[in-house]
């Protein structure tokens, strides 16, 4: 077949791009451990390493020690699942519902999270018990069955009209769910409490450390385990939900699983980080213009990019204007957006 | 006599002057008033206050039985005033709208902060009060050296002093022709703070550093800390202790990376009703100051150097001199003089 002799040959021209995907991603996680707010040298953060992972016993200052280990690193780890995690999201959906446009955001979860995130800080449910993070994860997960009963109710599914009508779902979800952000924040907040607001709502690593990201990697290897693991189902839904099911794919049970899990796993990044946008929208395509369209390497391609890409905007976040942080979400499309426009005019010019 | 208590005696004596030639207020009275000029025939008959800093310094001028209303309270009144405040309404715990303010028919509305009555004001605007006739007057504290188109709390171009704070009090004293006990009010602001100064000078503190954490958005968050030119700021210069925070906006938020490398000498927190964030609570500051990773590794932190302040006193009021006191009483308490 032409079609699996192409595929064959360009696995075999591309081989080496996977063992450099990972030396990418392992030396993106170091530049992170490396720059930051402050100056700490190169040889504390190797030694910090050092002591900590071999149990060497460089004597070092305990707050350099800490910069590198408690907040440093957990927060590339953090930015690392995340960003693999949103792209993994979005390329799902966007194969699942054939839509160049899905992105993770799309079954209103990012604006559940918002809404759970003001009605815990603004509004003052939970009497300040209850984390931002909570109100997040609650509000997402609230937003997502909302809108999935009401595209069940819709006729949703996995025919054409279906994917549109789940489509159709999120974004009446969404819009609902941002109304409500907003009349809550009209209602009750004051210019420094909308801040603070809008400060999570671009999206905010630095309040990162271990537990999150004992909590995020996991999701994130998840994700990753199932996007590989339907990776031909995903193939086949490329060619419509009836092909698919003439192939032998149970379309419907795949579809529900795979949904619900990039909920899961959308959420749970948003309830860590808030709301960053553009990765899950925008990787799956810039992946898909360097390996093609199969979801045998489209997968873990998508994952490897979205990862070192997050890695890379907080880098660039924490040094960008010296002295203060950016909202990652900022950077994220402000460097990403000029980087996608590169990736359209290249791809047309492709046969 | 050293030099500060010789300097004292003079601002004393020149007080003092003062205090004995506050004649009475002429009408009709014309004042600059941030950025606005506003005329008064006679004495305003009632007040309504926005912002609990107005509504304390009118208390203070022994003005309670003229103000018919209060809102935008943050904490509980101090406990001096609190007879005079029980007998008055309280419009809103927040901002209270333009209708329940006017519905009062007071004499003159008297503003803390100019972000509820400035171009945008969530009240009003300060035109929509003068179209039904009644005087606005804001708290110089919060206009003076501040450009307030910038940044969504205002930017302050000069660094803010107690003196912006004097300057109100004498003003509001004025419109309600009661300026004895206005210079009276200010000489015990000037004394007492100048009586703190002295207790921290005596010290002969040398590098020692400071931050203080207001609160954050979120527990682990980057947190909201004292830039170089508001109250906090203000109390720091004036005891001799340097804000480890370089940033000139009145709140900016600064990476716990960047504070711990900096590793102040001590930590002042602020305590305050407000509940929004878990981090509004000052003990969960302390908790998180003695159970994060690198925080607990300050210096500050694992010498107990850290000062609880009411939060009201750090922003531009009346209760900035109390911070100080609080302030120089702790450098005295915590020994940290050599």
Request: glycine share 10%.
């Amino acid at each position: 077949m032409t079609i699996a002799a192409a595929g064959q040959h360009s696995m075999a021209r591309l081989w080496w791009r996977w063992p450099a995907g990972v030396v990418v991603l392992a030396a993106t996680v170091f530049a992170g451990t490396c720059i930051g707010e402050t100056a700490i040298p190169l040889s504390v953060v190797v030694q910090t390493l050092a002591n900590k992972v071999v149990g060497a016993t460089y004597p070092l200052d305990p707050i350099d020690m800490g910069i590198v280990w408690n907040y440093r690193l957990p927060r590339a780890l953090v930015a690392a699942s995340c960003g693999a995690g949103l792209a993994l999201s979005g390329l799902v959906l966007q194969s699942l519902l054939r839509n160049a446009l899905a992105d993770p955001y799309l079954l209103g979860i990012s604006a559940g999270a918002s809404t759970g995130a003001v009605t815990v800080t603004i509004a003052g449910i939970g009497g300040g018990a209850v984390s931002m993070s909570l109100g997040a994860f609650a509000g997402a997960l609230t937003a997502f069955l909302l809108v999935a009963l009401l595209a069940k109710a819709a006729g949703g599914g996995v025919s054409a009209r279906g994917t549109g009508q789940i489509i159709l779902a999120g974004i009446a979800g969404s819009q609902l769910f941002n109304a409500l952000t907003s009349f809550i924040i009209t209602k009750s907040a004051n210019a420094e409490q909308a801040r603070g607001i809008m400060f999570w709502l671009l999206g905010n690593l630095s309040g990162v450390r271990w537990p999150d990201v004992t909590l995020a990697v996991p999701v994130a290897a998840i994700g990753l385990v199932a996007g590989v693991w339907y990776a031909r189902a995903l193939d086949a839904f490329a060619f419509g939900a009836e092909s698919a099911a003439s192939l032998g794919v149970p379309v419907r049970t795949v579809q529900t699983v795979l949904i619900g899990l990039t909920a899961l796993v959308t959420a749970v990044m948003v309830s860590i980080v808030g709301s960053i946008g553009f990765v899950g929208l925008v990787i799956p395509h810039a992946a898909r213009f360097v390996v093609g369209v199969r979801h045998g390497r489209l997968v873990p391609a998508t994952a490897l990019t979205g990862a070192a890409f997050l890695m890379a905007a907080d880098v660039l976040s924490r040094t960008m204007i010296p002295g203060q942080v950016l909202p990652i979400g900022v950077i994220t499309a402000l460097v990403g957006a000029p980087a996608f426009a590169l990736i359209l005019l290249r791809g047309r010019r492709r046969p | 006599m050293t030099f500060p208590r010789l300097a004292l005696a003079a601002a004393s004596l020149a007080l003092l002057t003062a205090h004995a030639a506050a004649e009475p207020t002429k009408y009709p009275l014309t004042l600059e008033n941030c950025g606005e000029t506003i005329t008064f025939d006679k004495a305003p008959a009632t007040t309504v206050t926005v912002g609990q800093a107005a509504t304390e310094a009118l208390y203070a001028l022994g003005l309670g039985d003229k103000v018919t209303g209060t809102s935008v309270w943050f904490t509980d009144v101090l406990p001096e005033h609190k007879s005079i405040n029980d007998k008055v309404e309280r419009l809103a715990d927040n901002d209270p709208s333009f209708e329940s303010v006017v519905a009062r028919k007071p004499g003159l509305v008297a503003v803390q902060f100019i972000w509820h009555v400035g171009p945008e004001g969530i009240v009003a605007t300060r035109e929509q009060f003068h179209e039904v006739g009644i005087p606005t007057y804001v708290m110089p504290a919060d206009c003076v050296a501040k450009d307030n188109s910038v940044g969504s709390d205002g930017t302050r171009i000069a660094t803010f002093s107690t003196e912006t704070i004097h300057q109100g009090v004498r003003e509001l004293a004025e419109i309600f022709d009661v300026q004895e006990k206005g210079e009276e009010v200010v000489a015990d602001l000037v004394k007492r703070e100048a009586d703190a100064v002295e207790r921290a000078k005596a010290l002969d503190l040398k590098d020692v550093s400071a931050v203080f954490w207001f609160s954050s958005a979120d527990m682990n968050i980057d947190p909201y800390v004292a830039g170089q030119k508001g109250g906090p700021a203000y109390m720091l210069n004036k005891l001799g202790v340097r804000n480890i925070v370089e940033s000139d906006e009145e709140w900016p938020v600064v990476g716990w990376e960047t504070i711990a490398k900096a590793n102040p000498t001590i930590i002042i927190i602020a305590r305050m009703d407000r509940r929004r964030f878990p981090a509004d609570d000052y003990e969960k500051k302390l908790e998180f100051l003695k159970t994060d990773p690198v925080a607990s590794q300050m210096e500050a932190v694992k010498n107990n150097r850290i000062v609880v302040m009411d939060a009201h006193a750090m922003d531009a009021t009346m209760r900035t001199v109390s911070g100080i006191e609080v302030l120089a009483d702790a450098l005295v308490d915590l020994g940290i003089a050599k």
